[in-house]
C-alpha cells in the first residue's frame, strides 16, 4: 500500500510506513564563519544545520533584520543537502554596509511536504569603519572600493564622487544621512592599478559641502579567475566619444565573466563567481545587478540558471530566489503549467507540465517589484503544430512573472494560455536538451522551440498608450507583444485575454500583427525578425513626431533564410533599428534601419542615447559595441566599435555603473 501526499508544488508518494505521531523539523545548529562583532562589509557565512524526522527534503530561507525593523527576505526556500541523517543548508554568504549596529539573521528550515518547519535566529554586530573624515578601504574585488564617511545631520543626503588625474568625477547616487549611522557605499568604475580621489558631497537645504578627498589605488587585474573564468580581449576598431555616457557595460556569457569597460575598451569593473556561471540581464539604478545563474534548486537533475539573483558592484548577493520555490509560489496561486520539473511522474503525459528554469531578462520595475521570464515546458497531443510522430509533442514556452519587494510572486504570465498553439513558429527552431539549447529539458529530449522571448520591457511614461503593461519580444515568432499588466492590475488568467496587440511582419494565414509598416525607405523586408533588446526608448515618452520610439537588435534569421521565406543569406546583415509606434493608427514607421555588417544570428542590444545617437550590440559570433549616429534618411553613420572574440548576450551604454538606461 502506498500512501499518496498533495502539497502545493509538491507530491510525494512515501511507503506505507506512517509518519511519526509527532513528527517535526529542528534546527541543529547555526554558526557564522568569523565571530561577532566584524566591521561593515565583511562577508559572513552562514551554515545551518538541520533534522527532520520525516523522509522528506528540507528547504532553507534565510531573512535579515536590522535592530527593530522587519525583516527582509535574503534568500528563498532552497534545497539543502543531506548527510549523515542530518540537512545542511547550502552556505548563505551576509554582507552589508547599510550601517553599524546588531542585525538579526533569521534561519527557516521548512519540510514542504509536511508542512511543518523551524526556525532560529542569531545576532551579529557590525561596526563602523569611520570615525570621522572619511576613508576608502579594498574589497575582494581589486577595482572596488568601499567608501566610508562619518554620520551627516538629520534632513541631509549625501553621496561620493570619485575621480582620477584631471577627469570630471563621477557621482554615487544621493543618500538619507541617519544619525549617528556612517555612510557607506561601494565605489566602482574604476581603472585597474591608477590612484583615484574619492570624497563626500553633502547636500543640506541646497547647500553642498564636500568633505576632504582620500587616496584610493585599484590593483590590478588577477592573471587568473577561480572556476575557469576569463577576461574578455577587446579590439578598437573605431574608439568612442561620449562624455555623458562614457561606460559600456558587457553581459558575456560562457566562460567569460561580465565587465563594464569605458569606450577604448579598458576594463573599469567586473564580476566572477567560482560557484556559478552567470548571465547580467539589467543593471539596476543606484548601483545594484539582476542576474540569472547556475546553481542547486529543488530539481537535482539539473543546475542550469536556476537561480535569480540580486547583486551589489562588489559582488555580494542582496536578494535570491530559485525555481523551485517559485514554481510552489505559482501552483498556491492556482498556475497549472507550474510544476516543479522534478515532481512530474514519469514518463510524462499529455498535458503536464512544468517550469524548467529562468532566462533572458529580469527588470526593477518603478515601484521596486522585480519581473522576469521562466521557460515552461508542456506536453500536446501527436500532430500538434504539424508533427508527424506518433508520441506527444513537447513544446517551450514562457511565462512572466513578477515579485513583490520582498521577492514573493504577486502576478504572472502564461503564454500556453494566452497564444494560439497553433501558430508555428516561421523557422521551426527546435531545443534539443544540454548545452545546444543552454538548458535541460525535463519532459523528453527535444522540444519546439516555439516563441522564445528574449526580452521583458516595462513602460512606465503617462504620455505612452502602454504604460503599466509589458511589451515580450518573441524571437522565434518574429513578433512582439503588448501584455495587459495594468501596474499590477491587468489580469492574465483564463478566461482573460491579455494581449493587447502584436507587432511584427504579416505571416498569412496566421497573422496576428495589428500594425503596418510604413516602409519609408523601400526596404525590401523593413520589417524586423528573430530580434533582441526590444524596448521603448526613455521609458516610453514621446521622443520623436509626438510618437515612442522602439529600439530593437534585428538579428534578421528568417529574412536571411533562404527564399521563398526569405531573401536568402547572401549579404544579409544584421540591423540597428528604431521604430516610430502609432497605436492611434496602429502604424510603425522606421527611423533607423541600418545594416551593422555582421550577421548575429543570435543575441543582441539597442539603446537610443540622450544625445540622440544610438547604441547596438552583436552577440555572436564575436561581440561587438556600435554606436551610430544618423544620417539621412533612416541611416547612421558608426561612430564607435569595439568588438571582441566571445559571445555576449547583451550590452549597455550609460554614464555610470549606479545610473543605468532608463528601461
Not at 49 to 57: I, L, M, T, V
Not at 160 to 173: D, H, L, Q, V
Not at 243 to 268: E, H, K, Q, R, Y
Request: charged share 10%; net charge negative; hydrophobic share 40%.
Amino acid at each position: 500500500m502506498k500512501t499518496l501526499i498533495y502539497t502545493t508544488g509538491m507530491l510525494t508518494v512515501l511507503a506505507a510506513a506512517q509518519l511519526p505521531l509527532y513528527a517535526k523539523v529542528t534546527i541543529v545548529s547555526m554558526t557564522p564563519s568569523v565571530a561577532s562583532p566584524q566591521p561593515l562589509g565583511t562577508v559572513v557565512t552562514w551554515t545551518v544545520k538541520a533534522a527532520d524526522s520525516n523522509p522528506n527534503p528540507l528547504t532553507f530561507q534565510f531573512s535579515v533584520a536590522s535592530g527593530s525593523q522587519p525583516y527582509v527576505l535574503a534568500r528563498d526556500f532552497n534545497i539543502g543537502t543531506l548527510s549523515g541523517g542530518a540537512w545542511t543548508a547550502q552556505p548563505f554568504d551576509w554582507a552589508t554596509i547599510a550601517g553599524e549596529g546588531v542585525y538579526t539573521i533569521q534561519a527557516i528550515a521548512k519540510d514542504f511536504v509536511s508542512g511543518e518547519s523551524a526556525s532560529e535566529t542569531a545576532n551579529f554586530t557590525l561596526t563602523t569603519r569611520v570615525s570621522a573624515g572619511a576613508v576608502a578601504n579594498r574589497t575582494d574585488n581589486p577595482l572596488v572600493a568601499l567608501f566610508s564617511a562619518a554620520s551627516c545631520a538629520a534632513g541631509s543626503t549625501l553621496r561620493a564622487a570619485f575621480y582620477s588625474g584631471t577627469n570630471s568625477p563621477t557621482y554615487t547616487p544621493w543618500m538619507t544621512c541617519n544619525p549617528p549611522i556612517s555612510m557607506n557605499v561601494y565605489i566602482a568604475g574604476m581603472l585597474p592599478s591608477t590612484t583615484y580621489s574619492i570624497y563626500s558631497q553633502t547636500d543640506t537645504n541646497g547647500k553642498i559641502a564636500n568633505g576632504n578627498p582620500v587616496a584610493f589605488t585599484t590593483g590590478a587585474l588577477p592573471s587568473t579567475l577561480p572556476g575557469h573564468n576569463l577576461f574578455p580581449i577587446f579590439t578598437v576598431n573605431m574608439p568612442g566619444n561620449d562624455p555623458s555616457d562614457p561606460l559600456l557595460l558587457w553581459a558575456f556569457t560562457v566562460d567569460v565573466v561580465p565587465v563594464a569597460t569605458d569606450l577604448n575598451g579598458n576594463i573599469m569593473w567586473y564580476y566572477s563567481n567560482p560557484r556559478s556561471a552567470t548571465l547580467v540581464t539589467r543593471p539596476v539604478a543606484g548601483g545594484t545587478l539582476l542576474t540569472i545563474q547556475n546553481g542547486a534548486s529543488w530539481s537535482s537533475s539539473s543546475a542550469a540558471q536556476q537561480l535569480l539573483r540580486e547583486i551589489d558592484l562588489a559582488g555580494n548577493i542582496v536578494h535570491e530566489t530559485n525555481t523551485g520555490i517559485i514554481a510552489n509560489q505559482l501552483v498556491a496561486m492556482g498556475a497549472t503549467d507550474a510544476t516543479p520539473c522534478n515532481q512530474v511522474v514519469q514518463p510524462a503525459q499529455v498535458g503536464d507540465a512544468c517550469l524548467d528554469d529562468f532566462h533572458h531578462d529580469a527588470i526593477r520595475l518603478p515601484n521596486g517589484y522585480t519581473a522576469f521570464l521562466a521557460h515552461i515546458e508542456k506536453l500536446f497531443p501527436p500532430g500538434t503544430q504539424g508533427a508527424t510522430g506518433a508520441g506527444p509533442v513537447d513544446i517551450l514556452s514562457e511565462m512572466a512573472i513578477v515579485l513583490d519587494t520582498n521577492w514573493q510572486v504577486t502576478w504572472y504570465y502564461d503564454a500556453f494560455e494566452q497564444l494560439d498553439i497553433n501558430r508555428t513558429a516561421p523557422l521551426g527552431e527546435l531545443c534539443i536538451s544540454g548545452p545546444q539549447c543552454q538548458m535541460q529539458l525535463f519532459l523528453s529530449s527535444v522540444a519546439n522551440d516555439w516563441t522564445h522571448a528574449n526580452t521583458l520591457d516595462f513602460v512606465s511614461s503617462s504620455t505612452n498608450p502602454d504604460s503599466g503593461d509589458f511589451l515580450i519580444s518573441m524571437r522565434d515568432q518574429d513578433q512582439v507583444i503588448r501584455v495587459n499588466y495594468g501596474n499590477g492590475q491587468g489580469s492574465c488568467v483564463p478566461p482573460a485575454n491579455c494581449i493587447v496587440w502584436y507587432m511584427g511582419p504579416p505571416d498569412s494565414p496566421l497573422s496576428p500583427s495589428a500594425f503596418t509598416l510604413n516602409n519609408v525607405s523601400d526596404n525590401s523586408w523593413p520589417w524586423f525578425s528573430h530580434q533582441h533588446d526590444v524596448t521603448y526608448a526613455n521609458n516610453g515618452a514621446n521622443v520623436f513626431d509626438n510618437l515612442p520610439l522602439l529600439t530593437l537588435y534585428d538579428n534578421g534569421n528568417t529574412r536571411c533564410s533562404p527564399p521563398p521565406l526569405g531573401l536568402g543569406a547572401q549579404g544579409c546583415s544584421s540591423r540597428g533599428m528604431s521604430l516610430e509606434v502609432d497605436e492611434v493608427h496602429m502604424t510603425v514607421t522606421p527611423a533607423i534601419l541600418q545594416p551593422l555588417g555582421i550577421r548575429s544570428q543570435a543575441l543582441g542590444g539597442a539603446e537610443l542615447l540622450p544625445d540622440g545617437n544610438y547604441f547596438f550590440q552583436a552577440g555572436m559570433p564575436q561581440a561587438e559595441a556600435i554606436g551610430l549616429a544618423p544620417t539621412t534618411g533612416v541611416a547612421g553613420a558608426q561612430i564607435l566599435n569595439i568588438s571582441a572574440p566571445s559571445f555576449s548576450y547583451r550590452a549597455w551604454q550609460m554614464l555610470s555603473l549606479y545610473s543605468p538606461p532608463p528601461l
